[in-house]
């Protein structure tokens, strides 16, 4: 992902083409800013104007409040969300805890309620009928846990004390003799995955290379809308998806997932 700030700068001049009902791809109710409610606490979302990344467990969360009279406003974008919060389109942003910490620092007048939303499990989704890439995964995913790789790389991403400092390097001498392996991610989600430069990194891109490398497959990384990747795996076209995905019943009816290799929460943005 490109810097989170630069992705605001650039949604918004984006945008500024769509003046009247939507926003960067969300839905089309209008969202004027004199119409705004304070989001305060979880209690406050009802009859609230709750923005939310499409496809994200953000949305499905969101989506209970919708019998309480609340509009959920759907971008393909979590910085479109952002954007349309700072714009007054929406009165809060629900989505999940580190890419909320980058967003409300690149963005003054922001600031994320103290009272988490939800906690939920991210792991990696494998196509149902592939067993066997699920189980290396497992395996692999155990291996760089014991050794400390998973900890080091998400310490690196993650931490006042931390960032920077641990950055994950393919060991010397890997060969990749098992051919590729495309991963599928949405890569605006700072810092599971996110564009420098022309390179996706992060996290989920760092920690699947941890793997490809340790089963001898070279990385391939597939950037798409969030609500893309699991069809793009169900279909073949990816080998597996890594977006900060979270393990649901739901999503677990259409694919497998992985052993989990981190705990986030999904949190509230809201204007100052």
Do not use: W
């Amino acid at each position: 992902m490109k810097k989170i700030l630069s992705i605001v700068l650039t949604a918004a001049m984006l945008c500024t083409t769509a003046l009247a009902l939507s926003a960067c791809g969300g839905s089309s109710s209008s969202n004027s800013s004199a119409d705004t409610k304070t989001v305060a606490s979880i209690d406050d979302l009802k009859g609230a104007k709750i923005g939310v990344q499409l496809g994200t467990t953000g949305d499905i969360y969101a989506s209970d409040y919708e019998e309480e009279g609340s509009i959920i406003e759907r971008f393909n974008k979590g910085a479109d969300a952002v954007l349309a919060l700072t714009q007054g389109k929406v009165d809060c942003v629900i989505i999940d805890n580190e890419p909320a910490k980058a967003f409300v620092a690149a963005n003054d007048g922001l600031k994320i309620l103290d009272e988490p939303f939800a906690e939920e499990d991210y792991a990696i989704c494998i196509a149902k009928d592939n067993n066997d890439l699920t189980e290396k995964f497992n395996t692999a995913l155990a291996d760089l846990k014991k050794d400390g790789t998973v900890d080091s790389i998400i310490k690196n991403y993650i931490g006042d004390d931390t960032k920077g400092k641990s950055p994950y390097k393919t060991p010397d001498g890997t060969e990749y003799k098992n051919g590729e392996l495309h991963m599928a991610t949405n890569a605006f989600f700072e810092p599971y995955e996110y564009y420098e430069g022309d390179k996706v990194v992060g996290i989920d891109a760092m920690i699947a290379q941890a793997i490809c490398d340790k089963l001898g497959y070279k990385l391939v990384i597939d950037d798409m809308d969030f609500d893309s990747i699991i069809t793009a795996v169900q279909s073949g076209k990816a080998d597996f998806g890594m977006a900060g995905m979270t393990v649901t019943d739901e999503r677990k009816e259409a694919i497998n997932f992985t052993d989990s290799y981190t705990t986030a929460k999904q949190v509230i943005i809201v204007k100052e």
